[in-house]
């Protein structure tokens, strides 16, 4: 899949990280309302709203499995995919973070000018 990359953040000195491990925050980029995650050291991002019921994904937490939950009803969500991990069929829209030299970028699809 092609990107188009939007720098979030520049480098960091060694041993800092963008946000506390295992804890989830609001990024607003480009307009969009997204949670960041880090689990761990490493760093996701997806939609701020849960596909259930709108609930605010970027003021949920990350549960023991890596997983971000749902403030609302507590649904569970793959950080790397985006899959709701209890079965209900729901998924949350996610992006990848990249780290370079000069900074961290995340990575929204390129849409296909045919594709809605």
């Known amino acids: 899949m092609d ?31 997204l949670y960041l995650a880090n689990f761990d050291g490493g760093y996701y991002a997806g939609d701020a709203r849960c ?16 997983q971000i939950v749902c403030p609302l009803h507590r649904f569970c969500f793959n950080l790397e995919t985006g899959q709701n991990t209890d079965g209900e069929g729901f998924s949350v829209q996610t992006y990848p973070i990249r780290q370079l030299p000069d900074g961290f970028y995340i990575g929204f699809p390129v849409r296909k000018w045919w594709f809605w």
Do not use: C, F
């Open 3 to 33: 990107y188009n990359w939007v720098k979030i953040a520049g480098s960091l000195p060694e041993g800092k990280e963008l946000i506390a491990r295992n804890t989830v925050a609001q990024l607003l980029v480009q307009g969009k309302r």
């Open 51 to 66: 596909p259930h019921a709108g609930g605010a994904m970027d003021k949920g937490w990350l549960n023991e499995k890596g």
